[in-house]
């Protein structure tokens, strides 16, 4: 059997695509493994600078594969919480190229993709509670992330939203046409390639742990990474490449 998740590096942009269109991109043993070895492979090449998670067929993930025995799976098999872990932990931003149909577990992970754009075409839902089970890891990992209208609707009513009221209610950043998907992730990605590699992953970081927090406790937070030798290094070539007018050193060719 192929590879159920293929992975392409150009020009610092690492594609991670989910292609296993027969089970509908579910989360059975082989793709979690696949994947989560891939956004490793990722992270740890200093020359990737933006992940791109994307999908091949209809849909981008149903999420949990039902038909998978997981009794039968032992105590250190891969988990969908372990691929959600290592895109909160990822220094590098992931962008969500949602082309097709997000249920369950699907509709998480593209939730959790630092943006994401979807095709009008495609429905996500949290469907968990019509099939009786209560989503509650998944709100855990979805609750600073969404308003509290948002999590309401999503989680309790189960329902396939269309892209347009999950953009509005912020589950992706924008529902295109089809023939607009392309032109609307390379745009995300070009802005984060442009962006300073560190100071994106220190933003990123501290953005997560803000949320919920009091305006003197964040801060506090911001205060830490004053003094940042990595941004400062960082900072003194983006302000020499602004008025050299050359294009900062980050950038790759």
């Given at each position: 059997?192929?590879?159920?998740?293929?992975?392409?590096?150009?020009?610092?942009?690492?594609?991670?695509?989910?292609?296993?269109?027969?089970?509908?991109?579910?989360?059975?043993?082989?793709?979690?493994?696949?994947?989560?070895?891939?956004?490793?492979?990722?992270?740890?090449?200093?020359?990737?600078?933006?992940?791109?998670?994307?999908?091949?067929?209809?849909?981008?993930?149903?999420?949990?594969?039902?038909?998978?025995?997981?009794?039968?799976?032992?105590?250190?098999?891969?988990?969908?919480?372990?691929?959600?872990?290592?895109?909160?932990?990822?220094?590098?931003?992931?962008?969500?190229?949602?082309?097709?149909?997000a249920a369950g577990g699907g509709a998480a992970l593209a939730i959790v993709c630092d943006l994401a754009v979807m095709t009008e075409q495609a429905r996500i839902g949290l469907t968990e509670v019509r099939l009786g089970i209560a989503?509650?890891?998944?709100?855990?990992?979805?609750?600073?992330?969404?308003?509290?209208?948002?999590?309401?609707?999503?989680?309790?009513?189960?329902?396939?939203?269309?892209?347009?009221?999950?953009?509005?209610?912020?589950?992706?950043?924008?529902?295109?046409?089809?023939?607009?998907?392309?032109?609307?992730?390379?745009?995300?990605?070009?802005?984060?390639?442009?962006?300073?590699?560190?100071?994106?992953?220190?933003?990123?970081?501290?953005?997560?742990?803000?949320?919920?927090?009091?305006?003197?406790?964040?801060?506090?937070?911001?205060?830490?990474?004053?003094?940042?030798?990595?941004?400062?290094?960082?900072?003194?070539?983006?302000?020499?490449?602004?008025?050299?007018?050359?294009?900062?050193?980050?950038?790759?060719?």
């Amino acid at each position: 059997m192929s590879d159920p998740t293929s992975y392409a590096l150009t020009a610092g942009v690492a594609t991670i695509t989910l292609d296993h269109a027969e089970r509908r991109n579910s989360f059975g043993q082989g793709l979690l493994t696949s994947l989560i070895g891939h956004l490793d492979q990722a992270v740890a090449d200093p020359s990737v600078r933006v992940i791109v998670l994307t999908n091949t067929g209809t849909t981008f993930s149903a999420g949990a594969d039902l038909k998978e025995d997981s009794a039968s799976l032992g105590p250190d098999a891969p988990t969908f919480h372990d691929v959600i872990a290592r895109i909160d932990a990822s220094p590098k931003p992931v962008v969500g190229r949602i082309a097709g149909h997000a249920a369950g577990g699907g509709a998480a992970l593209a939730i959790v993709c630092d943006l994401a754009v979807m095709t009008e075409q495609a429905r996500i839902g949290l469907t968990e509670v019509r099939l009786g089970i209560a989503p509650v890891p998944v709100a855990a990992i979805l609750a600073h992330r969404l308003t509290p209208r948002a999590l309401t609707e999503a989680f309790l009513t189960g329902e396939m939203l269309d892209a347009e009221r999950a953009a509005a209610l912020g589950l992706v950043n924008q529902a295109v046409p089809e023939s607009e998907l392309d032109a609307t992730v390379d745009g995300y990605v070009d802005a984060l390639v442009r962006s300073g590699p560190e100071a994106l992953r220190v933003t990123k970081g501290v953005l997560a742990n803000m949320v919920g927090r009091s305006s003197t406790a964040n801060a506090e937070l911001a205060a830490a990474h004053v003094g940042d030798d990595a941004l400062s290094a960082e900072r003194t070539e983006g302000v020499a490449a602004f008025v050299a007018k050359r294009s900062p050193a980050w950038i790759p060719d």
